[in-house]
């Protein structure tokens, strides 16, 4: 599916306009199901963002958030996407909309995978909204190429839920929707900022294996079209 870009004068520009994008889209959602859904990616880059959306004015008690992926330890780890979108997203007006983690206190990633679809099961799908994040190697969600579950991760044909992945780079284990979760969100968003984030899209947009680039696997075969949003 096709692609557009977005691109912004600066990061503060594109956190409001991608933040008025997202509650137009949830709004929409809550008006015609009453309820409306988003999964959203950790990483550094969308904070401003985060704190841009918990300020809009839109039903939040309507809202089930949850996230891309997460890292395998519990939300009081500062690597936590869990303790990133507490701090950034759920305050002000976003306080009131319910949060799903992905995380569970099991002994090992693979049950709480298991446990997590479980608990995920009951979110509208396809989500609403869907945001994900890029990393300078081509990986979104923990899709990280050479990761553990990389193919069945990619593969269509896994059923939507929460698998684990390890690979080098990623730190701790990972827990991640697969792409059959978040490839037909009615909202798809490429959330990426910096010159060298424009440089790795390029080259994703390039030829090659989505392995090579996990990122390449959204960019071509997501059923939903894919807006990226883009400031330097
Ligand atoms: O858990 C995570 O880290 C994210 O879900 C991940 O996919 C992130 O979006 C990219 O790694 C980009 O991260 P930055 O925004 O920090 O560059």
Same mark, same amino acid.
């Given at each position: 599916?096709?692609?557009?870009?977005?691109?912004?004068?600066?990061?503060?520009?594109?956190?409001?306009?991608?933040? #008025? @994008?997202?509650?137009?889209?949830?709004?929409?959602?809550? $008006?015609?199901?009453?309820?409306?859904?988003?999964?959203?990616?950790?990483?550094?880059? !969308? @904070?401003?963002?985060?704190?841009e959306?918990?300020?809009?004015? +839109?039903?939040?008690? @309507?809202? $089930?958030?949850?996230?891309?992926?997460?890292?395998?330890?519990?939300?009081d780890?500062?690597?936590?996407? %869990?303790?990133?979108?507490?701090?950034?997203?759920?305050?002000?007006?976003? @306080?009131?909309?319910?949060f799903?983690?992905?995380?569970?206190?099991?002994?090992?990633?693979?049950?709480?995978?298991?446990?997590? &679809?479980?608990?995920?099961?009951?979110?509208?799908?396809?989500?609403?909204?869907?945001?994900?994040?890029?990393?300078?190697?081509?990986?979104?969600?923990? *899709?990280? !190429?050479?990761?553990?579950?990389?193919?069945?991760?990619?593969?269509?044909?896994?059923?939507?839920?929460?698998?684990?992945?390890?690979?080098?780079?990623?730190? =701790?284990?990972?827990?991640t929707? &697969? *792409?059959?979760? +978040?490839? #037909?969100?009615?909202?798809?968003?490429? %959330?990426?900022?910096?010159?060298?984030?424009? #440089? &790795?899209l390029?080259?994703?947009?390039?030829?090659? =294996?989505?392995?090579?680039m !996990?990122?390449?696997?959204?960019?071509?075969?997501?059923a939903?079209?894919?807006?990226?949003?883009?400031?330097?």
């Amino acid at each position: 599916m096709a692609a557009t870009l977005h691109a912004f004068t600066n990061a503060a520009e594109l956190a409001s306009s991608l933040a #008025d @994008k997202v509650t137009e889209r949830l709004s929409a959602a809550i $008006t015609a199901r009453g309820v409306a859904s988003i999964a959203v990616s950790g990483g550094s880059t !969308p @904070k401003a963002f985060f704190q841009e959306l918990s300020t809009r004015g +839109l039903d939040w008690s @309507k809202v $089930t958030v949850t996230l891309v992926d997460e890292r395998f330890v519990p939300a009081d780890n500062e690597r936590s996407n %869990h303790l990133l979108v507490a701090n950034n997203l759920l305050q002000n007006k976003a @306080k009131a909309a319910r949060f799903v983690p992905l995380y569970q206190k099991t002994d090992s990633a693979e049950y709480a995978a298991k446990l997590a &679809t479980a608990e995920t099961k009951a979110i509208s799908n396809p989500f609403d909204v869907v945001i994900l994040g890029m990393g300078g190697d081509g990986h979104t969600a923990s *899709f990280f !190429p050479g990761g553990s579950n990389l193919a069945a991760a990619l593969d269509p044909a896994t059923p939507r839920g929460i698998i684990t992945m390890e690979a080098k780079g990623a730190g =701790e284990p990972r827990l991640t929707f &697969t *792409f059959s979760s +978040l490839q #037909d969100a009615a909202l798809l968003v490429l %959330h990426i900022e910096g010159a060298g984030k424009k #440089d &790795t899209l390029a080259k994703a947009e390039d030829a090659g =294996e989505d392995a090579e680039m !996990p990122i390449r696997a959204v960019l071509r075969r997501a059923a939903s079209p894919v807006e990226i949003y883009w400031a330097p």
